[in-house]
């Protein structure tokens, strides 16, 4: 809307003004009348002088136009025996479009919406140039403000959006039996069974990242069967992600979910591990004594470990069932430029502290300091406060530059975490009460509590009305 206004504003600059005569003004039999304005219910009197003076704006033309068909265009009705304009329009919004034609100024109050504000003078065609800067700056200010929650909301609501259309399903091969399963997917509180699908999900989460954590250890090796109950694990979760993609109405939203991507990379590494192993076993067979088989299977090694290592991201699946872990991930979407001037501060002092103390220190006899690489490393977790204490300098000036380096980190590590620390739980606040929301929707008539109250109840009215059948009436 604003855009708008300011496109229209611009367009009127370059037409050519369309101005009142002062002679006309003077011989006008209106000039010494007063125009007679009612604005949703309260009346305001302003005289013709000063609205002629602005021939733009629609009290301006109320003012100037002589034909009285004309100006019934410009309101809403009009009261003969008051001789009042009627507008329907809000009436404490207009009081500074009044306070501006009185004195050329238009005032903003900071308890207005932007939004709301914007339309009303687009409505009375008043410019907001014709404000004071300071309004203009703090109006502008509000009205990002206002745009960037309304924006956040959204991003909020698509979170916890926890109803799909089901018109998406009419009309589409086997609709009915695909919003079923997608209920049963998607709704944990549509149904008992869904909702005991949703713990189920969470319990093998659980489960098989304990299967992968006893894997490692070499205790267990033999007593523990780990791999199959891991096996199952990943069977579960192949299962629950086939279903998803089978019953989705919408499979370009399906792929750009980032909640199915993360159950498909904890899905994934496990069968790639499977093909890797067996072309591993049929080369150590086949070529048990070719050295160059041994190093391509030295190769196919590393990249298993790197598939063991990527099961981690299983536990990333939780976030489908913790609103903890979607607000923190949320937060970190909304606050990337914060996030990446902070990485950006912490690089830049690695690297100039760094080259400091690698200056004063790489001369010193049997230091660790051999180089810039290794200096970084030291850089690195004195900025973070760890201070492994496995490199330090010994020269007096290198000691001055690592309590700088210190210094410098304990300022930079405090900076940002009052900012994330806010959104986060503005954020988490906000996922909650709109989960709540459709939870309670969704939940439908899945209250099991008051099912069984109301049946105890009846149970109850059934006894009480068999006790008291008189005995004619049971011969």
Known sequence: LYAEYEDEEEKEEDEDPLSVSPSRLLISPTKHFTLNINVGGMVYHLPYRLAARYPKTRIGRLATYMDHSRKLDLCDDYIVQNNEFFFDR???????????????????????????????????????????????????????ELNEQLKIQKQLMAEVEMEENEALFHGMAFGLTRMKIWNLMEKPFSSVTAKLMG????????????????????????RFYGEYVETFCIAFFTLEYLLRLVSTP????????????????????????????????????????????????????????????????????????????????????????????????????????????YTVEHDVYNTNFTSMPHAWWWAAVSISTVGYGDMFPETNLGRIFACLCISFGIILNGMPISVLYNKFSDYYTKLKSHEYTAVTKARGKLHLARRAAKKFAECREEVADNTNVSPSTVK
Request: aromatic letters at 10%; hydrophobic letters at 45%; one cysteine or more.
């Open 250 to 357: 919408d499979l370009k939203s399906f792929g750009q979910s980032v909640l199915n991507t993360v159950d498909l990379v904890a899905i994934l590494p496990h069968y790639l591990q499977m093909v890797l192993e067996c072309f591993n076993d049929e080369d150590m067979h086949l070529h048990s004594g070719d050295i160059e088989t041994v190093a391509s299977v030295g190769k196919v090694g590393q990249v298993l470990r790197i598939m063991r290592l990527m099961r981690i991201f299983r536990i990333l699946k939780l976030a489908r069932h913790s609103i903890g872990l979607r607000a923190f991930g949320f937060t970190l979407r909304q606050c990337y430029q914060q996030v990446g001037c902070l990485l950006l501060f912490i690089g830049m002092g690695i690297f100039m502290f760094s080259a400091m103390v």
């Open 199 to 222: 713990v189920a999900s969470s319990v093998f989460v659980l489960v098989s990242l304990v299967a992968m954590t006893l894997n490692t250890v070499e205790e267990m090796h033999g």
């Open 90 to 144: 809000d009436p404490k919004i207009f009081h500074n479009i009044f306070h501006f034609y009185r004195t050329g100024v238009l005032w903003i109050k900071d308890e207005l919406c932007p939004r709301n504000f914007l339309e009303e003078i687009n409505y009375w065609g008043v410019r907001i140039k014709n404000s004071q800067r300071c309004c203009r700056i703090s109006f502008e200010e509000r009205q990002d």
